[in-house]
């Protein structure tokens, strides 16, 4: 979500919902408070999205008391005017001489033996937090949120929709930009401006992987200069207003690839399209990666599927659930994911194809609808 930008109306009439469910969860995990700094967990809980400063901002969600949020005075009329100041929420501004942590702990109950603290707090606040709080134990609060934030509500759903219906729109216009005699960092500025007009507010990743870089997954964008007959691996994602992210994947040919690139492509697809369709309830994670692995592998080319199929998407790009080897996490409705196998032989070419995907009750949805066969674009 942009500094300036609020939530759709359906999100924001949730989000008080949020903090009285992470009230419960926390009590129901045995601890006594969810210490949450600026990042993808306050903007869940509270839809403020607040600068990460050297400055303390908490959100402070005790187990057996009112939710309060600590912000720098100088930060507090932008709190206040934000949508957090929409909700039933404590905000409290402390002044420059004042000890924020000291403040936190001073209001927490006597008895406070446990607090969570969110994934991402910097380590300098988590030390100052430590002090102030002796012999309190901390862990993480992914602990309380994951489960609540997995879970996608039909209003981020619609969101999410509504992110990979943009980036589907950028895709569509790759023609415009990628052709040979051009380089990467100018085919990846047209794509970012493409990014934003196409409804984002912020552009989070441009990666275009030409020739022998499309072998590199998170290939950063240079100067090699596409030429005909390259694949090409174009991995693009934003955050929209709602403060959703989009994520898709395509490879593209400029001109008539190598034969073997095309049989490589074939291979992948094929993978990829059964994975999309084993999605439903109950399916674990591990089993969904084998889908595609096992069918990659059975090609030949199993040595070069390099990562997990995929990550959990919402108000971050990569959040759980990680569709990975190994987790036996049962898919369940309303969790929302990439499926991006790849194939990539280094130093010649790769591929990946990339869509977000959302657990319904019966199946999947699948939430990038560009054509998934290999787009041949004028060499």
């Avoid at 002044?95 to 000291?102: I, K, L, N, Q």
């Avoid at 493409?194 to 020739?211: K, L, N, P, R, Y």
């Avoid at 199929?309 to 919402?314: E, V």
């Avoid at 898919?331 to 991006?340: D, K, Q, R, Y």
Wanted: glycine share 10%; proline share 7%.
């Amino acid at each position: 979500m942009s500094e300036h930008s609020e939530p759709s109306s359906a999100l924001a009439d949730e989000v008080a919902l949020r903090l009285a469910r992470a009230r419960e969860a926390t009590a129901a995990a045995g601890i006594d408070a969810l210490l949450v700094s600026p990042g993808a967990d306050l903007r869940y809980l509270t839809a403020y999205h607040a600068l990460p400063l050297e400055r303390l901002t908490c959100l402070v969600v005790p187990a057996g008391a009112d939710p309060f949020l600590v912000v720098p005075a100088l930060e507090e009329p932008a709190a206040r005017a934000s949508a957090a100041g929409g909700l039933d929420l404590e905000i409290t501004g402390w002044d420059e001489t004042d000890d924020p942590y000291a403040l936190v702990a001073g209001r927490l109950p006597a008895r406070t033996g446990r607090v969570a603290v969110d994934n991402h707090m910097w380590a300098e606040k988590l030390l100052a937090f430590r002090t102030a709080l002796p012999g309190v134990e901390q862990v993480l609060a992914s602990d309380v949120l994951r489960e609540l934030r997995m879970r996608k509500s039909p209003a981020e759903v619609e969101a999410l929709r509504r992110a990979g219906a943009a980036i589907d729109r950028v895709h569509r216009r790759m023609g415009e930009w990628l052709r040979p005699g051009r380089t990467e960092r100018e085919v990846g500025r047209d794509i970012a401006d493409a990014i934003v007009e196409a409804g984002h507010a912020t552009v989070d990743f441009v990666i275009v992987g030409s020739g022998p870089n499309s072998a590199s997954p998170h290939h950063e964008l240079s100067e090699r200069v596409v030429r005909a007959g390259d694949p090409v691996v174009v991995d693009i994602g934003g955050t929209t207003p709602d403060g959703y992210c989009s994520d898709s994947t395509r490879t593209y040919s400029v001109g008539e690839p190598p034969g073997e690139f095309r049989e490589l492509y074939a291979v992948l697809e094929r993978a990829q399209a059964a994975q999309t369709d084993a999605v439903r309830p109950g399916v674990t994670a591990s089993r969904l990666d084998a889908v595609g692995r096992d069918a990659i592998a059975g090609a030949g080319y199993g040595a070069h599927f390099i990562h997990r199929t995929g990550h959990g998407i919402g108000l971050s790009s990569h959040e759980e659930p990680y569709i990975v080897a190994g987790s036996e996490l049962p898919l369940e409705p309303g969790m929302a994911f990439s499926i991006e196998p790849g194939i990539y032989l280094p130093d010649r070419f790769g591929a990946r194809i990339e869509d977000i995907v959302v657990v319904t009750d019966q199946g999947g949805e699948r939430l990038n609808l560009t054509a998934r066969e290999l787009t041949v674009l004028p060499g």
